[in-house]
């Protein structure tokens, strides 16, 4: 059973940062590309960050990059979200999730096999 347990979200006024955490169970961490993702109220869910089972490749939705950092350490089973010059508009809650072992695009929700509940993030303007 994989379980994934994000952390680290909460309330920051616009230019801002925080750095999100995702706990992963198992031995499997290192073994698979991993995502977050951000849902806002009466929106879809979005595609943020992707990084590859290696670390070596990183992803980012266009609006986030060169803000956002994506990032693991597989020796704790841990993804991170850095976030910095945040904006109200990245007020959602973010997901992280660990992608299927064969995948075509890291930016879809359907490649992802396992989620986590979710940490609220509210930027303040």
């Known amino acids: 059973q994989v379980q994934l347990v994000e952390s680290g979200g909460g309330l920051v006024q616009a230019g801002g940062s925080l750095r999100l955490s995702c706990a992963a169970s198992?031995?499997?961490?290192?073994?698979?590309?991993m995502g977050w993702f951000r849902q806002a109220p009466g929106k879809e869910r979005e595609f943020v960050a992707a990084?590859?089972?290696?670390?070596?490749?990183?992803y980012y939705a266009d609006s986030v990059k060169g803000r956002f950092s994506i990032s693991r350490d597989s020796a704790k089973n841990t993804l991170y979200l850095q976030m910095n010059s945040l904006k109200p508009e990245d007020t959602a809650v973010y997901y992280c999730?660990?992608?299927?072992?064969?995948?075509?695009?890291?930016?879809?929700?359907?490649?992802?096999?396992?989620w986590g509940q979710g940490t609220q993030v509210t930027v303040s303007s």
């Open positions: 999730a660990r992608a299927s072992s064969y995948y075509s695009d890291l930016s879809t929700a359907l490649e992802y096999r396992y």
């Open positions: 198992g031995r499997t961490f290192s073994n698979y590309a």
């Open positions: 990084i590859s089972w290696t670390g070596s490749s990183a």
